[in-house]
């Protein structure tokens, strides 16, 4: 009995994914984690490259590192498996108190074949590509090749295997099932087997979801059946390898989508079709309900586009998870609005040392003075991640990033405000132009504040390069009773100094130094 209560601890300090009122958290060792995460190049996945890696990791102030494992490294030859990566990987990672999420990479990556062993990629017969609709063949792996369903799901169950067999510690805490799914310059697959599939009925689960009684792709899906019916395709397909891996190790799992415009319908034709887009979630869900979440590649730092790309996939029944984002200065920023959204990681892709940049997407290469605003950013949630993770699923969370415009923000926390300013000196009024001519503060790149409801009037509040000022809703007197300046210090929020003075006449001024305040606020017909 002594070994099966053990057993059961540890099935119980199992990473999940824990639901409650349509707000999420990732639980790791039994809590609520934050993943401020590092992703690392795609070729980074080698033992020998592991030195360019940890310093960037360590610079970033990461406490999760996202790092590819390619189908073709580990199983080069058919049925012959190799995991000398990870048994490198996974105690490095552990002796440096990082977690780990591990992205298979097998049939699609980028939607292509590149990271399938050799024998995969030149046996067309066994392994065929898509059909596009001129009848001539893709570069993609199609969907309804059985033996490379087959081969991709054995391989996965392998890797798997080695996690519940060599991780018993679970420092790998969420698995990436492929990598941008879906296919550029094809809507859908139209070989033979896709084809008959298209002209028969909608497989029943997906009618249930879209809450239909029968019908063909065209009568359910009307001009949108192609894409629709390749992301069912697609997510059947990575659905049923998640099934087969989470059937040895019940880790979480996901799949990163290669984004749409978030702001405008588009040709499906012009982005990867049938992959995890903001319009095919629902089809998603339903072809793959072993993912617990589709997550967003967030490439665009227009600030509106952005945000709605958050709005997308930051659902009551999707967790949002920023599994990519680009990392030149002008992302970090966006981490606040990720943060606010309740987003349970957020991710800058290419953070490691090899020298290579995936500029214009990101930086032009990635150095110390790249990392620099995205540490600064993970450096004022670091010390209280797990209290963050913990109030954005049982309280409430908001964010706020600088926009494009520099234009203010107000946030709405229900009964209370707060307005966000970012380019405002700490002292006096933007009006005081008695005292000089030029008030403006050009905005901290990495400009933007975390909010955190502690109660019905108090709040957590921290942010860089910004000025908070509360208010009530609708209006209505109030007192700002106390400004808190706090240190999260064992498991509570131990009181440093109060601010006050010319530290709250104007406002709450956050400068690049990073401050966390405790705000207290008495509404005047309450006293
Ligand atoms: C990402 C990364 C890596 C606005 C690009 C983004 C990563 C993959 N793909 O460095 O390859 O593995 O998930 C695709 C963005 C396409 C261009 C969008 C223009």
Do not use: C
Not at 125 to 149: H, I, N, Q, W
Not at 254 to 278: C, E, V
Not at 476 to 489: D, H, I, Q, Y
Request: aromatic share 12%; glycine share 10%; charged share 25%.
């Amino acid at each position: 009995s002594g070994l099966a209560s053990v057993g059961a601890e540890a099935q119980e300090d199992r990473p999940r994914i824990v639901t409650e009122n349509g707000r999420h958290a990732l639980l790791v060792d039994g809590q609520p984690f934050l993943m401020l995460a590092a992703q690392a190049h795609n070729s980074s996945n080698y033992p020998s490259v592991l030195p360019e890696v940890w310093p960037a990791v360590e610079a970033l102030g990461a406490n999760t590192l996202m790092i590819p494992v390619a189908w073709e490294q580990i199983e080069p030859v058919e049925g012959r498996f190799d995991f000398s990566y990870l048994d490198a990987l996974i105690p490095q990672a552990r002796e440096r108190g990082v977690r780990l999420v591990l992205l298979w990479f097998g049939t699609w990556k980028n939607t292509g074949p590149a990271y399938t062993p050799a024998w995969v990629k030149l046996d067309r017969e066994r392994f065929p590509r898509l059909v596009k609709e001129d009848g001539t063949e893709s570069y993609a792996l199609s969907p309804f090749g059985e033996e490379t369903l087959e081969a991709d799901r054995r391989a996965f169950v392998r890797l798997m295997t080695y996690l519940r067999d060599d991780d018993a510690d679970h420092t790998v805490i969420m698995v990436q099932v492929e990598n941008e799914t879906g296919t550029y310059g094809s809507v859908r697959d139209y070989g033979q087997a896709a084809q008959e599939a298209f002209e028969a009925e909608v497989p029943a689960p997906l009618l249930a979801s879209e809450g239909q009684e029968g019908g063909s792709w065209r009568d359910v899906f009307g001009e949108d059946a192609d894409e629709a019916f390749h992301a069912w395709s697609i997510g059947s397909y990575v659905g049923r390898i998640a099934e087969a891996g989470k059937a040895v190790l019940d880790l979480p799992m996901y799949t990163n989508a290669a984004l749409r415009d978030p702001l405008k319908d588009t040709d499906p034709a012009s982005y990867a079709s049938g992959g995890p887009t903001d319009n095919m979630l629902d089809i998603w869900q339903a072809a793959a309900p072993d993912l617990s979440l589709l997550s967003p590649d967030i490439y665009t730092a227009e600030s509106e586009a952005y945000r709605a790309a958050l709005d997308h996939y930051a659902k009551p029944d999707n967790p949002l998870f920023v599994s990519e984002t680009g990392n030149r200065v002008d992302f970090a920023r966006f981490f606040f609005a990720a943060l606010g959204k309740g987003a349970i990681g957020f991710a800058p892709f290419g953070m490691d040392y090899t020298g290579y940049g995936n500029f214009p997407l990101g930086a032009k290469a990635t150095t110390p003075e790249i990392i620099e605003p995205f540490a600064q950013v993970y450096d004022l949630v670091r010390p209280f991640e797990r209290e963050w993770a913990r109030l954005a699923y049982e309280s409430e969370v908001f964010g706020a990033a600088r926009p494009d415009d520099d234009a203010p923000q107000t946030l709405d926390l229900g009964d209370w405000t707060a307005r966000v300013d970012y380019d405002l000196w700490q002292f006096g009024q933007p009006d005081w132009t008695f005292l000089g001519d030029d008030l403006h503060r050009e905005p901290d790149e990495n400009a933007g504040v975390l909010i955190a409801r502690l109660g019905e009037n108090q709040f957590l509040v921290t942010g860089i390069g910004a000025r908070v000022t509360f208010g009530r809703t609708g209006g209505g007197g109030f007192t700002l009773v106390s400004a808190e300046e706090v240190e999260w210090e064992e498991g509570n929020w131990r009181f440093r100094r109060m601010w006050n003075g010319d530290q709250t006449d104007y406002g709450l001024n956050f400068t690049d130094r990073g401050a966390v305040l405790r705000v207290t606020l008495v509404p005047d017909d309450d006293r």
